[in-house]
């Protein structure tokens, strides 16, 4: 494995003649249908065939070096997620840390030798590669090991919604004990906001992280909250 943050030569990820199959994990069925429990779903598989670049989009081909399970990742394979339910056989993982093997045309952002990281409501990363649109992609930073890159993707959601927070903003994240939530609260603070208000069962912890309001909404409904309102406004 390369260095962390490193950049590879183009020549160390060239495929060999004819290698147009890969290794990979694979999902028979669903855990929320009759098929059964997740060990008795997956399979491996060392035939799959090897993704390829549509070369009318901005796709990267990555060689993945770390994948991580996440919550999207169980709800796509319980088969109840709404937005993605894939084919059968397919290969999860949306997380993914790798290097790229290889560009389409209309790709200006990364090159070949690039170490990025992908997160997206996607599936394909439990393999040795992955195909991912370029604008699901970002660069590893030097200081980010591949394991914690793989598993960041709630932090990364998390600073795409804060992206814009300003010095002396007033934001409000809701349900912020979640991967996402705990994130945004320290991001937005970080980013100069002078009010951070969320909701959460775990008070002590949202304090802790730097929010200035917490309500339990179990006990009460943010909306009606007359202080919590002007504040998040």
Same mark, same amino acid.
Not at 21 to 50: H, Q
């Given at each position: 494995?390369?260095?962390?943050?490193?950049?590879?030569? +183009?020549?160390?990820?060239?495929?060999?003649?004819?290698?147009?199959?890969?290794?990979?994990?694979?999902?028979?069925?669903?855990?929320? $249908?009759?098929?059964?429990?997740?060990?008795?779903?997956?399979?491996?598989?060392?035939?799959?065939?090897?993704?390829?670049?549509?070369?009318?989009?901005?796709?990267?081909?990555?060689?993945?070096?770390?994948?991580?399970?996440? +919550?999207?990742?169980?709800?796509?394979?319980?088969?109840?997620?709404?937005?993605?339910?894939?084919?059968?056989?397919?290969?999860?993982?949306?997380?993914?840390?790798?290097?790229?093997?290889?560009?389409?045309?209309?790709?200006?952002?990364?090159?070949?030798?690039?170490?990025?990281?992908?997160?997206?409501?996607?599936?394909?990363?439990?393999?040795?590669?992955?195909?991912?649109?370029?604008?699901?992609?970002?660069?590893?930073?030097?200081?980010?090991?591949?394991?914690? +890159?793989?598993?960041?993707?709630?932090?990364?959601?998390?600073?795409?919604?804060?992206?814009?927070?300003?010095?002396? $903003?007033?934001?409000?994240?809701?349900?912020?004990?979640?991967?996402?939530?705990?994130?945004?609260?320290?991001?937005?603070?970080? +980013?100069?906001?002078?009010?951070?208000?969320?909701?959460?069962?775990?008070? $002590?912890?949202?304090?802790?992280?730097?929010?200035?309001?917490?309500?339990?909404?179990?006990?009460?409904?943010?909306?009606?909250? $007359?202080?919590?309102?002007?504040?998040?406004?």
């Amino acid at each position: 494995m390369p260095p962390s943050g490193a950049t590879v030569e +183009a020549s160390t990820f060239k495929p060999l003649p004819g290698a147009d199959t890969m290794k990979c994990a694979l999902a028979t069925g669903f855990t929320g $249908d009759k098929y059964g429990e997740v060990n008795k779903l997956i399979e491996v598989s060392t035939s799959a065939p090897k993704p390829t670049l549509n070369r009318k989009k901005k796709q990267v081909l990555i060689k993945v070096l770390a994948c991580s399970l996440s +919550a999207g990742d169980s709800l796509v394979l319980s088969g109840n997620m709404i937005m993605l339910k894939p084919k059968l056989p397919y290969v999860p993982g949306m997380d993914v840390c790798g290097i790229i093997q290889a560009v389409t045309e209309k790709v200006t952002k990364f090159k070949v030798g690039d170490m990025v990281v992908t997160t997206s409501v996607a599936i394909g990363g439990m393999a040795e590669y992955m195909v991912v649109d370029s604008t699901k992609v970002v660069l590893k930073p030097p200081s980010v090991s591949v394991l914690q +890159a793989a598993s960041c993707s709630s932090a990364v959601t998390a600073a795409q919604a804060t992206h814009y927070v300003q010095k002396g $903003d007033r934001v409000l994240v809701l349900g912020g004990s979640g991967g996402v939530g705990s994130a945004a609260i320290t991001l937005a603070k970080n +980013a100069g906001a002078s009010f951070v208000a969320t909701t959460s069962t775990q008070v $002590d912890l949202c304090t802790s992280l730097g929010a200035d309001r917490v309500i339990d909404y179990r006990k009460q409904n943010w909306w009606e909250v $007359d202080e919590f309102c002007t504040h998040a406004k």
